[in-house]
């Protein structure tokens, strides 16, 4: 079974301070995405990262994809109450790669307090 | 252009009832998912679609649960009986083939069983 496990589970932080969030497994992906979900919403994509070693930014948000495409990284700079969410990390696993699913973390709960 | 539409945002009813959820997936897209969503197991995929038909139905938790997809445009989940541990928000998502198949999620809906 492909796992996806995202650390910490829960993150509670003041604003301006930085974070990062893991997402790990010992399958490799041939892409990866991070949703942020709202509460009451679905889950949005952020972003996709398809190479090893690839890092995109979003403004203050710096994604990265390992070398060996198992795992991926989030790191929030100078954190904002509106960055508050539950943060997803989703794979497409290479074994399934000629199907539409995705493999989703259970999720990082990140508070920021004003 | 619309998103996912799911039907409807909260649903109250009462053990061994007979619940419908409905989704309309965004025009084009091939994929359609439905998902579980708790504290406790995070999001669990129930079953998809592709190109109105069932793919994988492995997490659909019993027969209480099934899913149909007449034509590309309606999707919906039934749970008869109903029973309290259902409990949850279940999502729609669709989304299209090739690429990194990102998933566009419906607003979710909010299933409470008395």
Known sequence: TQLLEQSPQFLSIQEGENLTVYCNSSSVFSSLQWYRQEPGEGPVLLVTVVTGGEVKKLKRLTFQFGDARKDSSLHITAAQPGDTGLYLCAGKAVSSSNTGKLIFGQGTTLQVKP | ?114
């Open chain 2, 1 to 114: 252009d619309a998103g996912v539409i799911q039907s409807p945002r909260h649903e109250v009813t009462e053990m061994g009832q007979e619940v419908t959820l409905r989704c309309k997936p965004i025009s084009g897209h091939d994929y359609l998912f439905w998902y579980r969503q708790t504290m406790m197991r995070g999001l669990e995929l129930l079953i998809y679609f592709n190109n109105n038909v069932p793919i994988d139905d492995s997490g659909m938790p019993e027969d209480r649960f099934s899913a149909k997809m007449p034509n590309a445009s309606f999707s919906t989940l039934k749970i008869q009986p109903s029973e309290p541990r259902d409990s949850a928000v279940y999502f729609c998502a669709s989304s299209l083939s090739g690429g990194y198949n990102e998933q566009f999620f419906g607003p979710g809906t909010r299933l409470t069983v008395l």
